[in-house]
């Protein structure tokens, strides 16, 4: 789930994790929900135990889109990483043209997540700041893997296993074995009539659970109700509104460079933001901004974020663990440098080794 903890005045590299894990999703809920939409509907699956060819991920892979986009359901969703438990509830709809989607988490600080398309709003109710992002600048999730990218079976081995029932769905149960030491094991239940995944699990090398994401109840096909997202998106009188500017870039033209691709992962996108992203622009220098790349395998994502160092804001260097999300942060130079993601910690210490000043 989202970390950070207040509305200002947290640790930068607790607002990075926060971003990361609201760009993996296209609303910014937590991994349960950015997995949702690996749905597999209308796909024809092999035996259990048979392992699905290449040709037939990449089947998968071009429905991902609309199976994402095109269902209505409501439920509650409970994720478990790290001996700790967080939930929310979700809905979602499609009427035809718009999507919209409503996320209420239903531990810690009260707020909602409202998206109608690439328009996401964050509401605090009671602290009365509400924050509009522009999600279609960062390409959320539900569109990175397009039916022409084959890195998901280049890197994982994929295999059907027995079907399960799961919050009182038949489920079917796909297995994804990574080929290399750089990500992350994954195991999907996911609903046998819908294509909606109902539970997924993170593991790591040795097969153990990392993270656990499951509905613990879903209704599917409900009837669309848009106005359960517009009509709040439209009450912020009272409201202090932030409007961040994100700016569409590249590491080149902001004086980075890879020196070296991180084992599959190719860039999505690369965008400039507001340093403090509940700041105003005009409070801030144009100099006084964030980096914040985004890269991807087709499965999952890894974050990198490049700031101006500040030695009263930053801590010493480090790398943290929540559940199945790893972050590594370091100084480089005049630069703080942070590396988040779902993945085992070589990999980010191959994005930052990677990382160079250019100019």
């Not at 640790?11 to 296209?26: E, F, G, I, Q």
């Not at 997540?113 to 996401?120: A, E, K, P």
């Not at 990574?178 to 046998?192: A, V």
């Not at 870039?249 to 933001?273: N, Y």
């Amino acid at each position: 789930m989202l970390l950070s903890k207040s509305l200002s005045g947290e640790p930068l590299n607790v607002r990075t994790v926060d971003w990361h894990r609201a760009r993996v999703v296209s609303a910014g809920a937590s991994l349960m929900v950015s997995l949702m939409f690996l749905s597999f509907a209308g796909q024809a699956v092999a035996a259990p135990g048979v392992a699905v060819e290449p040709q037939e991920v990449r089947e998968w892979l071009t429905r991902i889109h609309t199976a994402a986009n095109q269902r209505n359901f409501q439920g509650t969703f409970v994720v478990s990483s790290s001996g700790a438990m967080t939930s929310a509830r979700i809905s979602h709809f499609y009427d035809g043209t718009d999507q919209f989607e409503r996320i209420e988490p239903l531990d810690g600080q009260a707020r909602q997540v409202l998206r109608h398309n690439g328009v996401v709003h964050t509401v605090w109710p009671f602290d009365k700041v509400t924050l509009i992002e522009q999600r279609d600048v960062l390409s959320s999730f539900p569109s990175l893997v397009q039916g022409t990218d084959d890195n998901v079976a280049d890197f994982y081995d994929v295999h059907l296993q027995p079907a399960e029932r799961v919050a009182g769905h038949d489920a079917n149960v796909l297995m994804l074995k990574p080929r290399d030491e750089f990500r992350y094991g994954y195991r999907l239940w996911i609903d046998k009539q819908t294509g909606l995944l109902l539970r997924a699990e993170i593991l790591n090398a040795l097969g153990e659970t990392l993270e656990t994401s499951a509905f613990s109840d879903v209704d599917i096909g409900v009837r669309s109700q848009p106005n359960m997202v517009l009509l709040p998106m439209r009450k912020l009188a009272g409201h202090r509104v932030v409007k961040p500017q994100l700016t569409a870039t590249r590491l080149e033209a902001e004086g980075w460079r890879l020196r070296k691709t991180v084992a599959g992962f190719r860039q999505l996108s690369c965008i400039r933001r507001p340093l403090d992203r509940l700041a105003t622009v005009d409070r801030r220098s144009a100099s006084d901004h964030l980096i914040q790349t985004v890269f991807s395998d087709g499965i999952t994502n890894v974050s990198l974020f490049i700031e101006p160092y500040d030695v009263d804001r930053h801590p010493r260097p480090a790398i943290t663990v929540v559940g199945a999300t790893q972050t590594l942060m370091s100084r480089q130079g005049d630069f703080w440098i942070t590396v988040v993601g779902d993945v085992p910690r070589v990999t980010l210490r191959a994005f930052y080794e990677a990382v160079d000043r250019s100019k």
